[in-house]
């Protein structure tokens, strides 16, 4: 355990938006936030479950931390002994505690010290669809496939192998078509990143799920499947627990999307006006290209059809099987067209 040095980048005021709180949680990297008013005392804390079950309730990201802080968060004092704290973490199942003064203002944070080579790992495979055209980024994909573009010096699927390889996964399948065989040629079985890869070349297009129909070892484990054209923060080993956690048969990680009308709108009856809306915005969920599946699914894909994930997830609604959304609010990026190829790469780590 240890008092870290970075605490007051964990720090927002009570008037902030739940925005302001994910952006703090991106920067700072502490899991996080303890929320203050302006005489710097403590009100709670937030962390990214609460967002997400903040948003799942549906609320948006302009509406205020007071909806999603949590006001009775455990807080320790200054004097509090250490062996007393490490006590508190374990019988809580927290892995940070805020430490406050007299007055109770934010002094400090303690968070569990655990090496990264901690890390469980994994069994669970990730299978990356790579077997598209990619013809809007045309003529960057005349020879080269879409995922293997390069953001940042790396391929979009190093990126996405490396960030899965972070949190203890090491088994992939990647799915190819569209000029597979460079794929094929730059990880080979994976041993240059220390993992373990295998492939499933399609024979015509087949679509996001239709390609798992060509799988022919058996599935006995969750999965995860992502697309290969997606560079993203999101934790796939959060979005697997989550799915299992709810006993779920297929969760599609979801992400708040928000579209501003530039024009002031002119609400009219007949001839009538009735009212006015400056500029509004519309908030959507969107589907972020990651999914946690249960090996069950497999009995819902017919071999050699094209068949695509949404088809999948209206399938399992209709004959009433669990299904779940996953809320995600971390940095992601859809590399769609030339212009997200190049904002992709302006980003920084």
């Not at 062996?83 to 569990?112: A, F, H, T």
């Not at 990730?126 to 010096?153: E, S």
């Not at 699914?297 to 999948?312: A, H, N, Q, R, T």
Request: aromatic content about 8%.
């Amino acid at each position: 355990m240890k008092n870290v040095n970075n605490w007051r980048d964990a720090l927002v005021s009570e008037k902030a938006t739940i925005h302001d709180a994910i952006k703090n949680l991106d920067d700072s990297k502490l899991k996080i936030i303890s929320v203050i008013r302006s005489d710097s005392s403590f009100v709670g804390t937030i962390t990214d479950g609460d967002i997400r079950r903040g948003l799942l309730k549906g609320l948006s990201l302009t509406d205020g931390v007071c909806l999603v802080v949590k006001k009775d968060a455990i807080s320790v004092s200054e004097d509090t002994q250490l062996e007393l704290v490490n006590q508190i973490m374990e019988s809580n199942q927290i892995s940070q505690i805020p430490i406050v003064d007299s007055k109770s203002r934010v002094v400090g944070l303690y968070e569990w010290n655990v090496s990264n080579t901690g890390k469980n790992t994994r069994e669970n495979v990730i299978i990356i669809m790579a077997g598209g055209f990619g013809a809007r980024l045309r003529p960057y994909t005349d020879n080269c496939p879409k995922p293997m573009l390069l953001v940042r010096n790396k391929p979009i699927i190093e990126h996405i192998i490396l960030n899965a390889k972070s949190e203890g996964f090491y088994k992939f399948i990647i799915t190819t078509y569209y000029l597979g065989s460079v794929i094929e040629k730059y990880f080979g079985k994976g041993g240059k990143l220390n993992v373990e890869i295998d492939y499933i070349r399609e024979k015509k297009p087949l679509g996001t799920t239709g390609a798992l129909g060509l799988i022919d070892s058996k599935l006995n484990e969750d999965f995860i499947v992502t697309n290969g054209d997606v560079i993203s923060d999101v934790n796939y080993g959060d979005v697997l627990d989550f799915h299992c956690k709810n006993s779920s048969i297929a969760t599609m990680a979801v992400r708040q999307h928000e579209l501003r009308n530039p024009y002031g709108v002119v609400q009219i009856d007949g001839e009538d006006i009735i009212g006015f809306e400056e500029k509004p915005v519309v908030r959507s969920n969107i589907n972020a290209g990651i999914y946690a599946l249960s090996p069950k699914v497999m009995d819902f894909i017919e071999k050699g059809v094209y068949f695509d994930m949404p088809s999948l997830f209206e399938n399992l609604r209709l004959q009433k099987k669990p299904i779940k959304a996953y809320f995600t609010h971390e940095n992601w990026m859809d590399i769609g067209g030339p212009g997200d190829l190049e904002e992709a790469n302006l980003k920084k780590k």
